[in-house]
Nanobody, 115 residues
Framework: QVQLVESGGGLVQPGGSLRLSCAAS????????MGWYRQAPGKERELVAV???????NYADSVKGRFTISRENARNTVYLRMNILKFEDTAVYYC?????????WGQGTQVTVSQ
């Protein structure tokens, strides 16, 4: 069993920045990939960014050049640095971890971009 705890969400003005963190804990697991997804009101959950244990990354087109995902394997922690935030980035952001035993989700953290 893996527990994911997210932090770092909040309210920010357009053009601002935030950094999300997600720490995985538990025992007997090996994480293959960690990522961030988001879900805006009335919309489906979508991939934002993912990073593998070897450091390969993939981003949604809408965040390329603005968001950066990074990972500390030794601490089982993943980060999402979000720059030049836009109104349309407003959503609940969820951390995800893929392991050989299954896929796990965090509880979500709210990011609101507003004047």
């Amino acid at each position: 069993q893996v527990q994911l705890v997210e932090s770092g969400g909040g309210l920010v003005q357009p053009g601002g920045s935030l950094r999300l963190s997600c720490a995985a804990s538990g025992s007997g697991f090996s994480i293959t990939a960690m990522g961030w997804y988001r879900q805006a009101p009335g919309k489906e959950r979508e991939l934002v960014a993912v990073i593998t244990s070897s450091g390969r990354t993939n981003y949604a087109d809408s965040v390329k050049g603005r968001f950066t995902i990074s990972r500390e394997n030794a601490r089982n922690t993943v980060y999402l640095r979000m720059n030049i935030l836009k109104f349309e980035d407003t959503a609940v952001y969820y951390c995800n971890a893929d392991t050989w035993g299954g896929s796990y989700w965090g509880q979500g953290t709210q990011v609101t971009v507003s004047q």
